[in-house]
């Protein structure tokens, strides 16, 4: 029971160890991180220095590499003995990028929360849910990248 627990939750959340479906759904982490791409993407530039590029550039890298990633596993291409290693290492990287990008992306829709109760635009208000969204999917995104490196270090240490 406690190994399907683990493999139902791994496989739920990660990336496949076997071959999938093409018609399977695309993992969480490549929806969240997506999410995260468009929504930052769809607001608007704000007039302090501006620190969403860091947090564009980590969702786009981990969107792209996770991409990568998930077409390596796909093609059965991640057989050698490295492969367990390489997964922990960009996800734990990854991890902290998220987490460094969500605590900008929160700081920017904190103060875009003050900018809007002194201005009070129907436009303002548009933004600043748009921001609200991307901060949460976001944490959601490094929570999901964070769980997923834990469960391949699970498996890096049994293999």
């Known amino acids: ?19 999938p479906s093409p018609l399977s759904p695309p993992p969480p982490l490549q929806v969240f991180g997506g999410l995260v791409w468009m929504l930052v993407a769809s607001a608007e530039l704000v007039v302090f220095p501006n620190p969403l590029g860091w947090v564009m550039f980590v969702s786009v890298f981990c969107f792209v590499v996770t991409t990568l990633w998930f077409f390596i596993f796909l093609c059965g291409a991640n ?5 367990p290693s390489l997964d922990v290492g960009y996800h734990f990287v990854a991890v902290v990028f998220y987490l460094s990008a969500s605590v900008i992306l929160a700081y920017v829709t904190l103060l875009r929360a003050t900018i809007q109760s002194l201005q009070g635009t129907s436009d303002g208000l548009k933004i600043y849910r748009l921001d609200i969204a991307a901060v949460v999917m976001s944490y959601v995104a490094t929570l999901l990248y964070f769980i997923h490196a834990i469960f391949s270090a699970i498996r890096w240490k049994r293999s």
């Open 1 to 19: 029971l406690e190994n399907f627990i683990f493999k139902s939750i791994f496989f739920s959340l990660s990336l496949p160890v076997s071959s």
């Open 79 to 83: 057989q050698s003995g490295i492969w």
